[in-house]
């Protein structure tokens, strides 16, 4: 009996410990969003640039009639599923590499490689890619560049997002029993066969944990479209021009809302899939 008390009080110390965090990220976070989505309800004055409190839908009225704003949401759409299967494509075979085939030694090797970038600036390593994209940069003297433009953001963004899709993945296939690989061996699948039939399958579940990260940070990313896309516009850089120059808060508000609904769809869909149930 004293025993369970004893278990009984440590839950609830341990619980009256982990309310705080609870409680900060349901203010700052949840309250947040709750903010950014009532303020999409507002009208700013157009004479005096005041914020006018009174619940309207011409903000969204305005995002889904104007075919300018139709063409940013698709554009940053795009993008951000761009990224995501090019991280895909280049991610496999590489985790596959660090976790099946290189040695444990290699294989530490190679995680820290993955990590370093990580630990660099955001400003650094875009401001780098915007020299190397440069014309009569380094790239350029050496097999030329795109420019600056929808293809250099995609590159810029698929550099920077990369790791956050190996590392899932990796771990994925550091829980693949090599027994599964060799019975397929056994069975006559070739390399080929195997991944696709075998490999990949179980793959899904990092896959989609690694989009998640991709494709969110895409499709809501301004500052490389600022330094690398030329005239690009993506939703970002609609959000930044109305909180700045154009000081329309709430439209702004309702715009940020575009990504974030895409984001709930899109979470809804995995999990339906029941591909995050399996990680």
């Known amino acids: 009996m004293d ?12 619980a009256a410990l982990l309310s705080a965090p609870l409680l900060w990220l349901g203010v700052a976070y949840l309250g947040a969003l709750a903010v950014l989505f009532l303020s999409a309800f507002w009208t700013v004055n157009g004479f005096t640039g005041e914020v006018v409190r009174e619940f309207t839908l011409d903000n969204f009225r305005t995002i889904v009639t104007q075919e300018v704003y139709r063409n940013v949401t698709l554009r940053s759409l795009g993008v951000a599923i761009a990224v995501t299967v090019i991280c895909v494509v280049l991610a496999l075979p590489m985790a596959f590499y660090m976790a099946k085939v290189a040695s444990p030694r290699t ?6 490689a993955i990590l370093t970038p990580l630990w660099a600036s955001y400003l650094v390593k875009a401001y780098a890619w915007r020299v190397l994209l440069a014309n009569d940069g380094p790239l350029d003297s050496v097999i030329g560049t ?6 250099a953001v995609v590159i810029v ?56 990260f991709t494709f969110s940070l895409s499709l809501g990313d301004y500052i490389t479209v600022q330094i690398v896309g030329g005239k690009t516009q993506m939703l970002g850089n609609v959000v930044y021009a109305n909180v700045g120059a154009a000081n329309n808060l709430p439209f702004a508000a309702a715009i940020a809302c575009v990504p974030v609904v895409i984001m709930v769809i899109y979470l809804a869909a995995v999990r339906r899939s029941g591909a995050l149930e399996e990680l």
């Not at 009984?8 to 110390?13: A, I, L, S, T, Y």
């Open 107 to 112: 294989r530490h090797w190679l995680v820290i």
């Open 146 to 151: 795109p420019g600056y433009g929808l293809f």
């Open 3 to 14: 025993d369970d008390q004893g278990l009984g009080r440590r839950r609830w110390q341990l």
């Open 157 to 212: 963004l698929t550099y920077l997002w990369l790791p956050y899709m190996i590392l899932p993945i990796y771990a994925g296939l550091e829980r693949l029993p090599d027994s599964l690989l060799e019975a397929s061996a056994d069975l006559g699948g070739r390399a080929g066969r195997t991944f696709r039939g075998v490999v990949l399958p179980l793959l899904v579940p990092s896959i989609f944990a690694g989009s998640i």
